[in-house]
Nanobody, 119 residues
Framework: VQLQASGGGLVQAGGSLRLSCAASGGTFSRYAMGWFRQAPGKEREFVAAISWSDGSTYYADSVKGRFTISRDNAKNTVYLQMNSLKPEDTAVYYC?????????????WGQGTLVTVSS
């Protein structure tokens, strides 16, 4: 499975961005999809995930209520709508595909897309 993330950029605090991650080479509808991020000098952290079976969603506490993950199986794409962005959301964002939620390191990762939030 190949994953291609896009949609990053520079935005002011309080603004919005929508990230996309297009998948190819696999049965997209059978993969849990997730977004992670890594800020400079920090560990990679979980942001959000969506299951393949029933569309259940999961969020890190730091983004709950501001970010929304969704998927379009017809387009083999997962999205991350990010609203009310804060400077601390600045990071490289990565998408991942895995057989199950929490099996990310057994799955596939895309290249990152940089999100910069200015204050």
């Amino acid at each position: 499975v190949q994953l291609q993330a896009s949609g990053g950029g520079l935005v002011q605090a309080g603004g919005s961005l929508r990230l996309s991650c297009a998948a190819s080479g696999g049965t997209f509808s059978r993969y849990a999809m997730g977004w992670f991020r890594q800020a400079p000098g920090k560990e990679r952290e979980f942001v959000a995930a969506i299951s393949w079976s029933d569309g259940s969603t999961y969020y890190a506490d730091s983004v709950k209520g501001r970010f929304t993950i969704s998927r379009d199986n017809a387009k083999n794409t997962v999205y991350l709508q990010m609203n009310s962005l804060k400077p601390e959301d600045t990071a490289v964002y990565y998408c991942a595909a895995a057989p199950f939620i929490d099996s990310w390191y057994e799955g596939y990762w895309g290249q990152g897309t940089l999100v910069t939030v200015s204050s």
